[in-house]
Nanobody
Framework: QVQLVESGGGLVQPGGSLRLSCAAS????????MGWYRQAPGKQRELVAR???????NAADSVKGRFTISRDNAKDTVYLQMNSLKPGDTAVYYC???????????????WGQGTQVTVSS
């Protein structure tokens, strides 16, 4: 059993900052990529940023220069520092991780429950 538990969402004014955290726990043999996705009302879920176990990063153009993804491999945790937030960033943010639970098992995607980020004055 693997769980991804997110924290750090909330309401913030335009131009403000938030930091999201996502900790993986349970029966974990290895974690590969970790990342954040978001889904706004009436829209499809989209990639925000991903980071590999080696630290290679892929981020959406809309957040480059404002959001920073990082991870602590010792804590099985991924972070998303969000600065200069805009109303268009309002969405439910989901943590994702590709996890292998045993040496002979295939890796698969796991998702967090989602955390609401609302940017509004």
């Amino acid at each position: 059993q693997v769980q991804l538990v997110e924290s750090g969402g909330g309401l913030v004014q335009p131009g403000g900052s938030l930091r999201l955290s996502c900790a993986a726990s349970g029966s974990i043999f290895r974690i590969y990529g970790m990342g954040w996705y978001r889904q706004a009302p009436g829209k499809q879920r989209e990639l925000v940023a991903r980071i590999t176990s080696a630290g290679n990063i892929n981020a959406a153009d809309s957040v480059k220069g404002r959001f920073t993804i990082s991870r602590d491999n010792a804590k099985d945790t991924v972070y998303l520092q969000m600065n200069s937030l805009k109303p268009g960033d309002t969405a439910v943010y989901y943590c994702n991780a590709v996890i292998q639970t045993g040496v002979t098992t295939l890796s698969r995607d796991y998702w967090g429950q989602g955390t609401q980020v609302t940017v509004s004055s």
